[in-house]
């Protein structure tokens, strides 16, 4: 056992650099409060920069490294490449937008499939090998994408979601192979179903709302905060020997079959 560790500042990230984007709301804004709570400093990436900037006056209940907000809408052409050398040397990032069209696979349009796989997929790829190249470079850096419970699992529905989804992992999986030897770390946290803008269309329906809170082991939604602990814990030194890794925050839902509780 190394005598010398801190366990008390193991979670800090005091002089660390992070990019959040998403930051405007959802888990996004739960990541970059939490890491600034911690030390860092945030920069908050939204491509509503009102939202970006909403989340930085909330810097008082969380204070820290400090926070700015900046607006990156990751889908505008070029916008990726223009921005990261603009941020200067990054040590950590947080990737959490994504899109969602619910429709069967045999109805779902090229263009919809467009448009869920160019967030979701390609624009996350542009982001992750952007800022890999400048942590490889620098020997240091850990990468953090919001992947989902279907990624494992799917239903109706979430046929194009689901596919997006489960290749990030393998996207983040890949760059781990790839960039450990440089001293990258590239982990993934799957949210069950969390209340934020993504799933309002289910909360709005009462009966598919239910059902959902009652497919969790804990039978109930979880808030965007619940996951602040996950992507805090695999940005620190805490998770030094963490990489590759999928981390489920879904209070139970990939655990259990949850549709019927046979008799004991």
């Known amino acids: 056992m190394d005598s010398a560790v801190d366990y008390a500042r ?9 990019l959040v984007v998403g930051a405007g709301s959802g888990i996004g804004q739960a990541a970059a409060l939490a890491l600034a709570a ?18 930085v006056a909330l810097a008082g209940v969380a204070p820290g490294g400090g926070l700015t907000a900046y607006r990156l809408d ?6 990726i490449a223009r921005t990261v050398p603009e941020l200067g040397d990054l040590d950590v990032l ?3 937008p994504a899109v969602n069209v619910r429709k069967r696979l045999l109805d779902y349009t090229a263009a919809e499939f467009d448009r869920v796989v160019e967030l979701n997929l390609r624009a996350a790829f542009e982001l992750f090998t952007t800022v890999g190249r400048g942590m490889a470079a620098r020997g240091r850096g850990s ?7 279907r990624s494992l699992t799917t239903e109706p529905g979430q046929g194009v979601y689901a596919m997006s989804k489960a290749g990030l992992v393998m996207l983040l999986r890949t760059l781990a192979a790839e960039l450990g030897p440089s001293g990258v770390r590239v982990n993934a946290v799957a949210p069950g179903v969390i209340d934020t803008p993504l799933t309002a269309p ?10 959902y809170a009652a497919k969790s082991i804990l039978g109930r939604w979880g808030r965007p905060e619940e996951l ?3 992507i805090v814990y695999l940005a620190s ?3 030094s020997y963490t990489t590759g890794s999928v981390l489920f925050v879904d209070g139970g839902w990939t655990a259990a079959d949850g549709r019927f509780t046979p008799p004991a």
Do not use: H
């Open 38 to 55: 911690q030390g860092a400093e945030v920069v908050c990436a939204d491509r509503d920069l009102a939202a970006a900037e909403a989340t």
């Open 94 to 96: 947080v990737v959490t």
């Open 228 to 230: 602040a602990g996950a």
């Open 237 to 239: 030194d805490a998770a």
């Open 74 to 79: 990751v889908l505008e052409e070029g916008a």
């Open 143 to 149: 990468m953090i994408g919001c992947s989902s419970i």
């Open 10 to 18: 193991l979670f800090r990230l005091d002089g660390r650099r992070a």
């Open 202 to 211: 289910i909360k709005g329906n009462p009966e598919w709302y239910g059902a």
